[in-house]
């Protein structure tokens, strides 16, 4: 018997797009990265060095300029748009840096929101899915509040609900605690992996914190397109040669070296409803 194909496999991806000057930019340029079941990876880089634009293609958002990106075996550029949509809202929850939550709805409301595109079981049991998810996150009690009177910790919280309601086989999340102070994005990290590796589902975070990194099995650092170990002589450099030292925090690879991004930064979020 042949081995189940990972979860993702991604084989010299390049990613360019086309700048209004006409000149293309190529952002990635040849990424080789396998993710299997219920695994944890992080990916660092610096600000404009390709992450979101790996996560886009991870998240089955945007296509690879050329190179092979297979899901479970399949080759989604394949796949129709509504097929490859189908997929992404069946297997794949996103995390984002700014929550990205509704907030003319409640928490609840938040959280059932994928579900009203899930299957007919899942749709007609939304409202106690997505109350056990608010307790799996520890806000049950919250469940009625509406985003704008919740703290930034517990936004993301109920975020990490929204993204976990459909149990997804991989879960994608850009900056998680880009938008957080150190404590509360360390308890909103720690409760992300617990979650993850609870319900067997793979975990790709994104991040310019080692902190954050660290709690992933593998880390690797996107430079100059490609991904490099964290461990290889070319991240150690590269990582040294940034200047966002933060002092006080406790040294992980690099000694203690965070890359610097602006906290502000938005990111597009993927149609729930597609
Ligand atoms: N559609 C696009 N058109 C032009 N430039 C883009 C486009 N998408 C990304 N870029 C550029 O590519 C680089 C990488 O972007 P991005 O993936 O958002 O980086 P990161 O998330 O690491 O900050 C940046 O310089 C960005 O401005
Ligand atoms: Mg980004």
Redesign the pocket.
Known sequence: MTAPAPLLELRDVRRS???PSREQ?H?LRGVDLTVDRGEHVAIL????????????LLGLIDRPTSGQLLFEGTDPARLSDRRRARMRGRSIGFVFQQFNLLDGRTALENVMMPLMYGTAGQFWRRESLAMEMLERVGLADRAQQKPSRLSGGEQQRVAVARALVRRPRLILA?EPTGALDVTTGEAVMGLLDEIARDSEAALVT?THDLQVAALSRRSYL?DDGTLHDVESAHAREALLATSGIRSGRRAVAGGGVALE?PPT?RLETPEVTS
Do not use: A, P, W
């Not at 880089?45 to 886009?56: A, I, P, V």
């Open positions: 797009v086309r700048l930019l952002i880089g610096r600000s404009g060095s390709g992450k979101t634009t790996l996560l886009n850009d994104i996107l991004e930064e």
